[in-house]
Structures are given as C-alpha cells and as structure tokens.
C-alpha cells in the first residue's frame, strides 16, 4: 500500500505574499480569471487562521455535513516516536493481540438472551437407556447434555389489552345483581404493573415520546392518550421513589464518584427568569452522579435543577457517615464539578485529555499522532486490569503505564520550554491544559480504584440526553422529579445487570412492602435469597 504523502503545512503570511507576487504577474490572464484565484488564495488564507485561531470550527461543519466520526483511530504507522507495530508480542498486551471479533454480523449466543423465556422440550417417546431404533442397529441411547437451541422471536404491540365481558345475573324479585366471576389470577385493577413498567422504560429508558407511543397504539388499536401515560409514569415513579430515597443516602457513604451534568429546559422555571435579577443563575442542568459503593454495587442518581454536579455531589457528602475514607472523584477539569468544601481525591478525565489532541490531528499530525498513540497504550493496559483487584490494578499501572506517562510528560514539557510549540496556538493550548491537571490525570497510578477516565458519567448524560432530544422539555418541577426517580432506577439497573422491566414490575406489584423496607428491594437484592440478610 502505498505511504501517505505528508500534508504540507503553510501560514496566512506565505499566502498573503503569493498574492502579491501573483498580481505582479497575472497580465495574461483574463480578469475574471485573475479575480477568481486571487479570492480562492484569501479563502485558503482565511481558512488557515481559523484553523489556528478557532480550530474546532472546520471540524465541527465537516461533523454537520458527514456526520460526526468516532474517536477511535487506527494504528499509528512506523514513521512516529511512540508508535506500537501490530502484532508485536513485545510491545503488543496480551488483550491487543487477540483476534479481533468480526464486525457487523448482528448475531448473539443464545446465552445472550438472559430475558428470554427457556422451554426444555424432552424426546416423548425416548428417553436414555432405550435401544437405537436404527435398523440393524443393537446400541443404547445416552444423554449428550449438549441441547439443540432454537430462540424463536414473537412481536407485539408494547400495550396489550384484554377485555372481559362477565355476565351479570339478577334476582327478579330483589334485585340483587350476581357478576360473574374474573378468570384465576386477574384482578380488578385496570393498569397492571407490567402496563406501568412497560410505559414508563419506553418513556424514561427508550427516549420515546408520549405522543409516539400513543400513535403507535392507537394505530394497533389500543388507544393510550398521553395524560394516560403520565398518570401511568407517575404511580411508577411513586412506588419506586423509597428506593430513590434509599439510594440517596446510599450514595453519600459511596467509594467512587464519577459525575458530570449537561442543560435541561423547565418550562416553569424559564417562566420564573424574567422575575430573577441580573446576578442570579438562569441556567438549569440534569447532573448525572454514577456511583460505586464500597461492596461494589453501582448507582445511578439523576438530578434536575439549578445546581451544577459538583454542587449536587457537595450536597450528599455534607451527609457523609464520619470515620469513613476520603472518596474519589472523577469528572472534567471545570471548576463546577469541584465538590464545593468537601474534601475527596479529584481524579481528571484522560479522555478529555486526549479529546483536545485528537480534534487537533489532522492540523497537526505528527504531534497529535505521539500524543495519541501514548494514551492509547494506557489504555490497553486498562483493558489488561479487568478482572485485577484494586491494589493489583494499581501495581500494574505503576510497572506499565508509570514510565509511559512519564515520557509523555518529558515531551509535552519540551515542546514549551523548547518553544518547539506556540503557547497560544490550538496545539499549546492543549499541552497547557494536560500540564496544568497532569496530578488529576495520572490519579491511577497513586490512588487505588481511581479510574482513568470520566465514561462512566458520560454514559448516563447520553441517557438523558436521549431522553432530551425526543421530549425537549419537563412542564414542571414535579415532572422533572418523576424523570429523575425513574431513569435513576432503570440506569441502576443496567448499571448491575439486571433487567430493568422486571425490577420495575416488581416494584409496582409490591408497593406497600417497598414503602415498608425499601432495602429489600433495592436493583442488586431484591430477588435474590440473600436479600435481608444484605439488606441488614
């Protein structure tokens, strides 16, 4: 395959004086046509000081007019410092040299399908023991223990109904009415808990809009108008809400805080702006707090207001239990994510970091491409930390990703002191950041449990963000609380495997038990046998 040509660099003084030179010289040519490249050289030289000034610019009109491109690159090339070949057991962690799993083939092991309905189907007229009924044939049957699986897939609307028609008897004389009775096991509540739960991880865990889903069944025709659906949501959001509380206080006690936020509309709220005074803060925001206890159950808490996260996560350790250790904190360098005076151990997120390099490398692909390629070995010895026990994942990262950072600290600091790099420009404005919080981002390697990234966080906002970009907006306070008790019990769920519509479910049929001892019922115990002596 053949190298890929360098991209040659310029700047806007080289084409300012190409210019003048071509003016000198364009007697030749026609005026339009003169006029025409003269325009196309001070686009070009536009382009390039955007590119140095405000470099995401570009980046962001290729990303409106493609779409947005993932942040994976491929392996570096062997012409860069800091480059890793594939395939060499040398430098290659065992994890990287596994075959990759082929792409795009959509298909999963029927392990895979945890909520799946198992039936055993056994041979009706064998069994083992039996002689072979081939002809000719004298031997015995015996078990291979290893089934023929088949999972066969139905579809139905996400709202069924059953109408029951009972007949009613009545005395001639007294009146007296005699209905006939419902068939075993069907009661007389008109929402069942599995109608509640469904409706609710539609709206709270799909992103699906009220007004989608109540095209969809009515088209099936089982009508479910909207104020229906929130009706529905908010008995859900009732009988769950002691958990929510319980994990609150969970939480303040938590090992492990990752937390982030982004922006939310209530129309209430944006009612009550224009009586607010100038200083006062306008803004309101959805923080996501994804937390990890000492036993090692995840929680995630959604909360919607005014407060930014850091203000949020400074508000449940103000009730934090005394004698306990001091918790880790992961989140982005801006100065809102602090926890206010609570003391805790800010870990910085490496793949903000990276982030700033990676928008940067088609301006600058040798420097960028180091950069990268260094996190990128962090990375996968990560990858090679599963399973590992916090001390043991802290000694890995000191034997293989201490001396890697350490040489990417020794290069971004040439680069400055060196004036190999501009301070100002995009480039050292990124050197700048990851000096400035290079204690926060090297935590992993003095802090056992400390991660080394904040994609955690991130993945509970793209939750919400979904949520967002279907239904825009919360009417209410009410409303948003509702929103956060539910996505904070299905993100909970998903956090520790288990199946949110049965937890669901199961905690709309149970409401009187959960109002009574919520700590049976919390996602990672509460169908499990140990339940109450966990819960103690």
């Known amino acids: ?66 779409g947005p491109r993932t942040e994976k690159g491929k392996e570096a090339d062997g012409n860069n410092q800091g480059e890793e070949k594939a395939g060499d057991p ?31 189907c056994q041979n009706g007229e064998l069994k083992a023991g039996d002689r072979c009924r081939e002809e000719g044939c004298w031997g015995r049957l015996y078990d291979l223990n290893d089934p023929v699986v088949l999972v066969q897939f139905v579809g139905q609307v996400p709202i069924t109904a059953t109408t ?23 009661t007389e509540e008109r929402y069942t808990p599995s109608a509640d739960a469904t409706i609710a991880l539609m ?42 509380l ?11 805080f990752c937390s982030d936020d982004t922006g939310v509309k209530i129309l209430d709220w944006e009612k009550a702006k224009k009586e607010l005074k100038e200083k006062d803060r306008k803004g309101t925001q959805t923080s996501v707090i994804i937390v990890e206890t000492f036993g090692g159950d995840k929680i995630a808490l959604y909360l919607s207001g005014r407060k930014h996260a850091g203000e949020n996560l400074g508000g449940l350790l103000e009730e934090r239990s005394a004698g306990l250790p001091v918790p880790i904190q992961m989140s ?14 800010w870990a910085k997120c490496l793949a903000h970091a990276r982030r700033k390099f990676y928008e940067l490398k088609e301006i600058f692909p040798v420097e960028c491409k180091f950069v990268l390629n260094m996190i990128g070995k962090v990375y996968r010895f990560e990858a090679e930390t599963k399973g590992m026990t916090a001390q043991e994942r802290l000694e890995y990262h000191r034997q293989h990703s201490g001396p890697v950072m350490e040489q990417l600290r020794q290069w971004l600091e040439n680069q400055i002191e060196e004036a190999q790099v501009e301070p100002n420009s995009a480039l050292g404005e990124a050197i700048g950041y990851t000096r400035r919080h290079w204690d ?29 970009k279907n239904s825009l907006f919360f009417k209410n306070e009410h409303g948003a609380a509702v929103g956060n008790v ?46 109450e002596p966990r819960a103690a």
């Not at 206080?249 to 492990?256: A, F, L, N, T, Y």
């Not at 299905?490 to 700590?519: A, F, M, Q, T």
């Open 486 to 531: 539910l996505m904070s019990l299905i993100e909970s769920c998903r956090l520790n495997g288990v199946n949110p519509w049965d937890y669901l479910v199961h905690l709309r049929r149970n409401g009187s038990e959960v109002r009574k001892h919520p700590e049976l019922h919390l996602p990672w115990n509460y169908a499990k046998s140990e339940a």
């Open 164 to 186: 029951y028609e009972r007949e009613v008897l009545r005395c001639a004389l007294c009146q007296r009415r005699y209905p006939a009775s419902l068939p075993e096991g069907v």
């Open 246 to 256: 319980l994990l609150k206080r969970i939480c303040r006690d938590g090992e492990v």
């Open 440 to 468: 926060g981002l090297t935590k992993f390697l003095s802090v056992p449990k400390a991660p080394i990234d904040n994609n955690a966080a991130e993945r509970g906002v793209k939750r919400f963000v979904l949520f967002r």
């Open 90 to 120: 040398e430098t290659t962690p065992p994890a990287a040299q596994k075959q990759e799993r082929r792409p795009g083939h959509g298909r999963n092991k029927a392990g895979a399908y945890s909520g799946a309905k198992i039936v055993k």
């Open 1 to 66: 395959m053949a190298k890929e040509k360098e991209i040659v660099q310029t700047n806007p003084t080289e084409i300012e004086a190409l210019i003048e030179r071509f003016k000198q010289s364009a007697h030749n040519l026609k005026k339009e046509d003169a006029e025409l490249i003269e325009k196309l050289l001070r686009t070009l030289a536009s382009l390039v000081r955007l590119l140095e000034r405000k470099n995401l610019s570009i980046k962001r009109l290729r990303s409106m007019l493609f």
């Open 203 to 244: 709206k709270y865990g799909g992103g699906q809009p009220w007004y989608r889903q109540a095209r969809l069944q009515e088209s099936c025709g089982i009508p479910l108008p909207e104020s229906v659906q929130w009706e529905r949501c908010e008995a859900m959001a009732d009988a769950g809400h002691p958990v929510y």
């Open 332 to 345: 982005d360098a801006l100065a809102r994510n602090r926890s206010g005076d609570q003391e805790t151990v």
